[in-house]
């Protein structure tokens, strides 16, 4: 008799971060949460029902991470999937800082940290600065690179060129 064939598991999918979730900060108030809410699961245990314990209220992030993930955090093994997941982002996850001259919309930022998701990486973390004598445009630095695509920059860039421009018109009045 042959063996029998085994019979594939279903893949997991990798588990992905909501949109509102784009900060180092971000990720920090999930596993928090994470922590509280593991801790409360235990308190329930180890009463065995006998006193009234309050699961902690989750928040939107929490909600949203948990959904995105089809995971139950009522379930021991989600609740550790999700925390090793945020371990990992937090260890390995790549993170932008960007600096503005004025703090950017909260839908900009959304489809900003979604293009970035898809194009860079799909854990990618923002950090938001803000540099408010760049004029506008604006900054970028990752560990190992800076970009500076600030007006103040590209005047600085072309300082020369604008002189020339100008000292034709400057000579005639």
């Known amino acids: 008799m042959a063996p029998e064939p085994e019979t594939a598991k279903p893949a997991k999918t990798a588990m992905k971060l909501p949109v ?3 900060s180092p900060v971000d990720v920090g108030r999930l596993v928090r949460e994470l922590q509280v809410i593991d801790e409360s699961m235990l ?5 065995k029902g006998t006193a009234a314990v309050r699961l902690p209220k989750t928040s939107q992030l929490m909600d949203q991470t948990a959904q995105l993930n089809k995971l139950n955090l009522l379930h021991v093994a989600d609740r550790k999937q999700l ?6 982002v937090v260890a390995k996850a790549p993170v932008l800082h ?20 898809r194009e860079i990486h799909p854990q990618i973390l923002l950090t938001i600065g803000l540099q408010p004598n760049t004029g506008a445009g604006c900054m970028v630095r990752s560990t190992n690179h800076y970009f500076d695509f600030t ?5 600085a ?5 604008l002189l020339d421009k100008l000292a034709p018109k400057a000579g005639k009045t």
């Open 83 to 88: 925390q090793t997941f945020l371990e990992t």
């Open 98 to 117: 960007i600096s503005f001259s004025a703090d950017p919309s909260v839908p900009f930022i959304e489809k900003l940290i979604t293009w970035l998701r």
């Open 20 to 22: 509102l979730v784009s």
């Open 43 to 47: 308190q329930l245990k180890l009463r």
């Open 151 to 155: 007006l103040r920059k590209k005047f």
């Open 157 to 161: 860039d072309n300082h020369q060129l």
